[in-house]
């Protein structure tokens, strides 16, 4: 068996994308969603990351990251979506025990990888942008991106805080 290897020593800011375990809708919640982003708050200040953007959908995450030093996105998105499912998995069962009894308790909360793509350009970075703001609107979730709570459009759009220190590095 191959090991999968994360290339990010290039210095590069990357596109991230991770979704909840067979793309159940686990992320439905507005405390889930929090869960989510405060996580990712507090450990890029222990890692020293920035945060260019992100959405949190109701079954995946997608966020631009970008590390001072090389090889801190694996480490991160391991301590990130480890923690984040400790207390996801907690909020399910103890908020929405019906559903949670149709889940295996063994299953995970995420699927166990990520997807990384290296952002070699301005332009690669903002077409990324551009694509996951606009992710709640092509789900018909909100008209504007910028009507998303759990994305960095409004931070984009009108100056908003939204939860997450954002820094575009480009």
Not at 32 to 40: F, S
Request: glycine fraction near 6%; include cysteine; hydrophobic fraction near 35%.
């Amino acid at each position: 068996m191959t090991t999968r290897r994360i290339h990010d020593d290039e210095g590069n800011a990357q596109f991230v994308t991770f979704s909840c375990y067979r793309r159940r809708r686990l992320l439905d919640d507005e405390d889930a969603r929090g869960i989510v982003l405060a996580t990712l708050a507090e450990e890029l200040a222990k890692c020293h990351g920035t945060c260019c953007g992100f959405v949190v959908m109701p079954d995946h995450v997608h966020a631009i990251l970008w590390f001072p030093e090389s090889g801190r996105l694996s480490p991160m998105m391991q301590t990130w979506k480890s923690r984040s499912s400790r207390q996801l998995k907690r909020l399910v069962r103890g908020r929405f025990q019906e559903y949670a009894t149709s889940i295996d308790r063994k299953d995970p909360f995420w699927q166990s990888k990520y997807y990384p793509f290296s952002l070699f350009s301005e332009k690669k970075a903002e077409e990324k942008l551009d694509y996951m703001h606009l992710n709640p609107v092509r789900a018909g979730l909100v008209e504007r991106a910028c009507d998303w709570a759990w994305s960095s459009a409004r931070y984009y759009e009108d100056g908003t805080p939204v939860g997450v220190p954002l820094e575009w590095i480009f």
